[in-house]
């Protein structure tokens, strides 16, 4: 893998699940690439495939009930190919998840202290000695209050916010080059969030780490992230850098994002914008534009015509017919 090229590199991924009565595309087509020691985050509702697709980067999708297509290639590692054991010595090792609840991801009958330990001794020959030596100094980096106590705890015995620490030291064990964060912060109270935002951009900018950062809080995403990449209906419909997608959308769905938030120029008792009607049943996708029925620039073309990627510039790329046209006439 020469140098320029990116750590990951998603070409075409399709993700369908096929366990229900009718198969559920639940990623139709994802291109996403990211360069060692950069921040992406990916955002949208709920149900637009944010989490399907991290979940791809680790293949954590059931396999009997899962068909995936496309290219995932991380750190040169072929993902989609590789056999049970190379998958298992890939996960934790080059690729490592914080998920959104560590309260369900950590095993509830083993100490978190036992969990990390047993994580470092599964992918590198060290001492039980040893492996506890770096769980403690793990447990220092992430702040974790009276480390050496809180090794012995157990999930239930933590906060929700030391949870979530411990989660990341987990994640961190084994020295991976790629973190995959899963809305790391919707449990925790504001100020924790920020807290634990911060940590995660300072032990990414330390250690030199790629990171794909999911979440629905665009506010979040601008504080941690280098690029953007906004996800609707499993399909990625606007991408830039931060800078870029706050300053200038250019898809009608990420200006409705930013409309619907919170910000210091709302006046005092008026009404948050919101975004009409519903997200796409993605077993019944419509033929056009997913978004065009809770579009309010929709055209009649939209709702026939499925829009491919206009370039805008470098780094700036949306999917949208009206894009397209405005693109064209300037």
Known sequence: MSEAAPFVDI???QVCFT????????????????KRGEVVALIG???????VTLRSLLRLHPPRRTV????????????????????????GKVAS??????????????????QIVESIR????????????RALELFERVRIPSPER?????????SG???????????????PQLLLADEPTTALDATVQIQVLLLLRELQRELGLAVIFVTHDIGAAVEVADRIAVMYAGRIVEEGTARELIRAPRHPYTMALLHSRAHGALAKGSRLQTIGGSPPDLSALPAGCAFAERCPMALDVCRSTRPEVVHLSGSHRARCLRTADTVATT
Do not use: T
């Open 150 to 158: 809180r090794l012995a705890a157990y999930p239930h015995e933590m």
């Open 68 to 91: 995936m297509g496309g290219s995932v290639r991380v750190g040169g590692h072929d993902v989609l190919a590789m056999a049970p054991g190379a998958l298992a010595d890939y996960r």
């Open 11 to 13: 070409q075409n991924l």
């Open 122 to 133: 599964r992918h590198e020959p060290v001492s039980q000695a040893e492996a506890h030596k």
């Open 19 to 34: 366990g229900g009565r009718k198969p559920v595309q639940a990623v139709g087509g994802v291109d996403l690439q990211v």
């Open 161 to 175: 916010g030391m949870r979530q620490r411990a989660m990341i030291a987990l994640a961190l064990a084994c020295r």
């Open 45 to 51: 509702e709920s149900g637009s495939g944010k989490s």
């Open 97 to 114: 998840m914080i998920f959104q609840e560590p309260l369900l991801a950590l095993d509830p009958v083993y100490s978190v202290g036992a």
